[in-house]
């Protein structure tokens, strides 16, 4: 059976019920709840929403049928996400299932309730998860050092099990395009190898799929929405970790290329797409004996002849 992909151009919504008004000079913020907006506060709306639509039809993200699990962490890029697959979900040609999870970690003075109180106001199904990562960390990092690395990695285990005991077909993360960026460069800078995040990953144990439906989408275009629609968010310090000190370099260097350049973290993500292997190194990629892509049928557009 052929699945129909999300539409690059969703349909529009159904005008409001409100007598005299024009649809066009309002968004909605909730489930039959419209605020007055302006064109600028519109453009990012549909912006948003589009590039979302446009990764998703790009990388086949989400097929009919399919229930994706919406990892919510308490941050803007996973509250974001949520809302942005929520207009999709009403607009596609397609019928797919959202179910919101979020892993309660246990770290003193976690608002996991802030976090239910609006998933429940905006009618979407819930599941959370308690487990208590941080006394885990505690025992195996000593204090001062950063965490994040091991906590990331508890998380997305404890993510895996939950999408296979709920029935999940996918697993949908809030990561952006700055994030696609940073890591790209964090592995190309101190770690020697060219590797960033893919749209789409298939876990090692072949049970889980991962989407990143934002990675058209830019930090600061996510942080301004969530701005505007006042999500409470989760602090950024809750745990008391301190930011790892060469991501904090990385995206200090974005916001100064941001600063003198339009587009270096779009085309610098675009490099991700468009991949010449004849023009690297790497003997797993490209026969230089032979001059030619390594594996079946592989070609290589830009190989010199």
């Avoid at 007055?36 to 009919?64: F, G, H, P």
């Amino acid at each position: 059976m052929t699945e129909a992909p999300i539409s690059l151009n969703p349909a529009k919504p159904p005008r409001m019920s409100k007598s005299g008004r024009d649809s066009k000079k309002y968004i909605q913020v909730a489930p039959g709840k419209h605020i007055q907006a302006s064109v600028s506060v519109r453009k990012l709306e549909k912006r948003i929403v589009r590039l979302t639509a446009q990764a998703i039809t790009d990388y086949n993200m989400i097929e009919d049928g399919d229930k994706v699990l919406v990892a919510m962490s308490g941050g803007k890029d996973s509250y974001v996400l949520l809302d942005a697959l929520q207009r999709l979900q009403g607009r596609a040609p397609i019928r797919f299932e959202l179910i919101a999870v979020h892993v309660a970690q246990g770290i003193p003075g976690e608002p996991t309730h802030v976090l239910e109180d609006y998933l429940k106001s905006i009618g979407v199904p819930y599941h959370i998860e308690y487990q208590d990562t941080h006394s885990i960390i505690e025992k195996l990092i000593p204090s001062g050092k950063n965490v994040c690395s091991l906590c990331a990695r508890l998380r997305r285990g404890i993510l895996y099990r939950v999408a296979r005991e709920l029935g999940c077909t996918k697993i949908a993360l809030g990561h952006q395009m700055d994030d696609v960026v940073s890591t790209l460069l964090l592995n190309m800078f101190y770690g020697g190898r060219i590797k960033g995040m893919p749209p789409v990953l298939r876990s090692d144990d072949k049970q889980n799929i991962v989407i990143r439906p934002m990675v058209y989408v830019r930090e600061y275009e996510i942080a301004k929405w969530a701005r505007i629609r006042e999500f409470s968010l989760a602090p950024k310090n809750l745990c008391g970790a301190r930011e790892n000190q060469k991501r904090k370099e990385i995206k200090e260097l974005i916001a100064q290329w941001d600063r003198q350049y339009d587009s270096r973290i779009y085309n610098l993500f675009m490099s991700t797409t468009r991949v010449a292997a004849s023009q690297l190194s790497d003997k797993t990629l490209f026969d230089f004996t032979r001059f030619e892509r390594v594996g079946p049928g592989a070609v290589d557009t830009d190989c010199d002849e």
